[in-house]
């Protein structure tokens, strides 16, 4: 038989013996990379996640011929990141990219802000950083 112990047969979890302790939590950056034409004009803005923030933008730089500026990073997750992609979703250009626009600004502002990505509610179409 190849597995000499029987706890899976017997309806227990591998993870029951596990503490929230025992469980890495994957923790990264979320950061935010601003996209200029040859005019200098910002014409998108990158939302993405990453264990090293300025080796993603020298790795993104390297495929395009327009230039990339890392705006600021914050302590997050891919959750985190998911999370931005679903409230910016309207306002996508491709994949993880955004058009500019004062409601992607708000959410970078309350993001940069407060350092992290945290809890965003839309009000009256305005985003605004849920109290906890």
Request: negative net charge; contains cysteine; proline residues 4%.
């Amino acid at each position: 038989m190849p597995f000499e112990d029987n706890s899976l047969l017997s309806g227990q979890s591998v993870f029951d013996d596990l503490s929230i302790d025992d469980v890495e939590v994957k923790s990264g950056w979320v950061y935010f990379i601003s996209e200029q034409a040859l005019n200098g004009a910002v014409i998108g803005i990158k939302v993405g996640y990453s264990k090293e923030p300025s080796g993603r933008i020298a790795n993104l730089q390297t495929g395009n011929s327009n230039e990339l500026t890392l705006m600021f990073s914050v302590r997050g997750t891919k959750a985190d990141e998911r999370r931005l992609h679903s409230l910016l979703a309207s306002y996508n250009i491709k994949n993880e990219w955004f058009t500019v626009h004062p409601f992607v600004s708000s959410v970078l502002e309350i993001c940069s802000n407060s350092g992290k990505v945290p809890e965003i509610k839309i009000i009256n179409g305005t985003p605004i950083k849920q109290e906890t």
